[in-house]
């Protein structure tokens, strides 16, 4: 009898600590990032973080993309893209521009559309991301 009530302490003591690492795993957040270079992929990219942020495919709390190299163009007010990046920034995904980039390709800050963050490094600022606990996808 004293065996039966042990090891019933046991299997509950056992579930409860799965039910619980189960709630922790639930409550982490999920972020996403994407690091594009060339321009035909952040229209890609623009559309799966606004699908992720409404918890359709891999759905994720927080979708960040960072524009590198020739791609930063699109983020200008006269970009191809600019209805897209204009959605995705209203749907709460965080653009952001790399500054050595547009310096590159002569795109000044002011014309970017309104939303768009300029960082100092596209690379660096994917680390920072990574150390925030972004998973990371380079297009």
């Known amino acids: 009898m004293k065996k039966h009530a042990f ?25 996403i990032a994407f690091m594009v270079k060339d321009a035909r992929m952040l229209n890609g990219a623009a559309l799966s973080s606004i699908a992720s942020l409404q918890g359709q495919g891999y759905a994720s709390d927080e979708a960040a993309i960072v524009v590198i190299g020739p791609a930063v163009k699109e983020l200008s007010k006269n970009g191809s893209l600019k209805e897209t990046v204009r959605k995705a920034l209203q749907s709460g995904v ?38 925030k606990g972004f998973m990371q996808l380079n297009l």
């Open 7 to 31: 090891f019933t302490v046991v299997l509950l003591s056992i579930l409860s600590l799965q039910n619980t690492l189960f709630a922790q795993a639930s409550e982490k957040e999920s972020k």
């Open 94 to 131: 965080k653009l952001k521009a790399c500054k050595i980039a547009l310096d590159k390709m002569q795109v000044p800050e002011k014309e970017l559309i309104k939303g768009v963050e300029v960082v100092d490094n596209g690379f660096f600022e994917m680390f920072r991301l990574q150390e």
